[in-house]
């Protein structure tokens, strides 16, 4: 994900750059900049959000298998109620 948004902001700036090259006036050449400035800005941001959303997916998975040992450990506990009680009763 990081590689194809760092990726993606080189190709704008690289294609900006052709675009103006040769009769480019500085103003044209701080507006290219200014807007590589952007997009490596918003290339950074979407990264600390991929590496967010992967922390708390990280972090539900963690809760998930947590839930699930316990479940487990429910159900077995409820397997040997059911063995001892059902025994008494036949």
Known sequence: MRNLIVRSAWVAVVGGTLLLGG?????DVK???ATADQALEA???AQAAA????Q?????????N???GRVTIIEQ???????RHHGQRG
Do not use: P
């Open 23 to 27: 009769c480019a006036s500085v103003d």
């Open 31 to 33: 507006r290219a900049q």
């Open 43 to 45: 290339a950074h941001g």
């Open 51 to 54: 590496d967010h959303a992967q």
């Open 56 to 64: 708390t997916a990280d972090q539900a998975r963690a809760d998930v």
């Open 66 to 68: 947590a839930l699930s």
């Open 77 to 83: 506990q409820m397997d040997a109620y059911k063995t």
